[in-house]
């Protein structure tokens, strides 16, 4: 699907290098290693289903009356991502 | 109570102004050694080293201060006044003591060395605004003052920069009545956050917490290994469920 125009040269994409995880092969390979078989198309589509999820509730939150384009767009949007991350890595570190 | 300064005021006013033969014959004394004449000398012209110590004090330093720099600057006079010239002595003096004094103010009153020359330009630049001012009414443009004194752009520039420089603070500096605070506690933090963005930024980790409690296991994990977050002990359970 092709990115909305303007919106790379915008907010950039998140890659995995920014974001410190791995890439959509190497999740693929250790989800079948555990049980989850999946190619790297479904790793990527449960990334985003998973993000699209979070950002639902976050424009409930704020009353916004968002259609699914929009959800899908903020999902992919990196500084949503980044944000969503650092709430992860928050809850991690103080459930250690 | 009088202070100190005032007595100072007081004994230094008590000297008689000399008269130039007066002058002469202390000076010719001086030569030739007489210390008694040396000190008369000083002590008779200790009005005129105040007076211009008061002058300087509106450009930033401590009156008593400037008072003694202006003294070492009427001491130096002294022993190098020459009678054969046929100049008053207080016209003599007045420039030893002047620069003893503006030396003074250029090295000890600002926080941030300023070269003397820039200093010196800013006294003149201060002073021309001040009188352009009262005459027009309005501020005079950089152009106009390098006009008047005969200075390029860049050299009035650098004296503005002087003039700010001169009156920079240090951020440790006691301040208040009390002195339990510093200048730099007084300052507000403009990266500071607002009451308004904690709450919200709580309401929104909330239902991110919500949100996140709510994935499959299968999401959790695809997550977190995408993000690059180490997996939880607890094997079967989501980490995001909130236990009671």
């Known amino acids: ?96 | 109570m009088k202070s100190s300064l005032d007595l100072y005021f007081k004994s230094a006013g008590e000297h008689k102004i000399l008269t130039r033969e007066q002058e002469v014959e202390l000076a010719k004394r001086i030569e030739a050694g007489d210390s008694t004449a040396r000190s008369i000398m000083i002590e008779s012209n200790l009005k005129l080293a105040i007076s211009i110590a008061k002058k300087y004090a509106k450009y930033g330093g401590n009156l008593e201060d400037l008072i003694q720099e202006s003294n070492i600057g009427l001491i130096k006079a002294v022993e190098k006044f020459d009678w054969r010239k046929g100049f008053k002595f207080s016209t003599y003096a007045s420039w030893w003591i002047k620069q003893a004094v503006t030396r003074s103010l250029t090295s000890n009153s600002s926080q941030v060395k300023i070269p003397s020359h820039t200093l010196s330009n800013a006294r003149k630049v201060w002073k021309v605004q001040k009188e352009y001012r009262e005459s027009f009414g309005c501020e005079p443009t950089e152009t106009e003052i390098g006009e008047i004194l005969g200075l390029s752009q860049k050299h009035v520039r650098q004296a503005f920069k002087g003039i700010k420089a001169k009156y920079a603070k240090s951020i440790d500096e006691r301040v208040g009545d009390e002195g339990n605070k510093t200048f730099g506690d007084t300052l507000p933090d403009e990266n500071a956050k607002s009451l308004d963005v904690i709450l919200d930024n709580e309401k929104i980790r909330k239902v991110i917490i919500n949100s996140l409690s709510s994935l499959t296991k299968r999401e959790e994990l695809v997550l977190r290994l995408r993000f690059g977050i180490s997996e939880t002990d607890e094997e079967d359970n989501n980490i995001y469920v909130i236990k009671e």
């Not at chain 1, 699907?1 to 950039?12: A, L, Q, T, V």
């Not at chain 1, 950002?55 to 259609?67: G, N, P, S």
């Open chain 1, 1 to 96: 699907m092709p990115m909305p125009k303007g919106f790379k040269s915008k907010n950039g994409y998140s890659t995995k290098k920014t974001l410190g995880g791995k890439s959509y092969h190497e999740i693929s390979d250790l989800m079948t290693d555990q049980g989850y078989k999946m190619n790297h198309s479904t790793a990527r589509n449960v990334f985003v289903s998973s993000l699209e999820k979070i950002a639902r509730d976050v424009v409930k939150l704020y009353d916004v009356d968002a259609d699914e384009n929009s959800i899908n767009r903020i999902s992919k949007d990196p500084r949503f991502q980044d944000a969503i991350v650092s709430f992860m890595r928050e809850i991690e570190y103080e459930k250690k």
